[in-house]
């Protein structure tokens, strides 16, 4: 089970609408959203892995203190949500190094796993991981293995992989459910948006062949009455606004379908395989 730590106002959906030099006059939500998903995870028992923006992480200290105090992993989103492809290697490089400086005086705790902001390692990114690999992240959460206008690496592959030989470095992708040969995204909007036995196809598919199922969703989807979002194109405006009252009770029926944890752990599970 993984959270993508960001406010309403970061997502990718909204980049061009919203630039970040804006970002401190909108209204702050994360923290009471996020603390909403720490209260369903603390009533169904479930641990689980934060990737946190450093923008966030040092903006609200004490939200990271209480993830981590209540057993939860606090893991690094990047500082501001740059996808990696717009990146080259010494910005990546020093984009992690600002991130985790937040993250870990924030949390007391090392940082060792990633997800880049919008699944943005691909095949345009094939240095990415060798720099997570050199920076000393034990795993990456960084690849949908689908085809999407926004992001993905359809030809990757759907379960943990290494992708480097001289590493032990795991790329843990998100899941996705196989039908017909046709690879669909389950997390996030699209786990809003779509019946949620697709999700448990996912789940059912990965355990299967033996892994995890890897389940992302944002904090600002359990939060119907965040402010909407001027000037944002239509097609964003649906993904991000519909059925945001609906998400609250989907997570808490998926969560006890399934047994959830940290990506650490399933992390240190597939390198002892």
Known sequence: MSVDVEEYFQVGAFERTIPKSTWDQFDSRVATNTGMVLDLFAESGVRATFFTLGWVAHRHPALIRRIVAEGHEIA???WDHQRVFTMNHNHF?????KAREALENAAGVAV??????????DARTPWAHQVLAEEGYAYSSSVAPIAHDHYGWRDSPRFPWRPLADSDLIELPVSVAELAGRRMAVGGGFFRL????????????????????????????VDPGQPRVAGAPLRSKVRHYSRLSAMAGKLRKLIARHHWGRVDAVAAMERRW
């Open 76 to 78: 690094s989103h990047g």
């Open 93 to 97: 490089r020093a984009d992690l190094a």
């Open 112 to 121: 060792t796993g990633y997800r880049a902001p919008s699944f943005s390692i």
């Open 194 to 221: 779509l019946p949620a036995a697709l999700t448990d196809v996912a789940v059912r598919q990965s355990n299967s062949a033996g892994h995890g199922g890897m389940f992302y969703f944002h904090p600002w989807e």
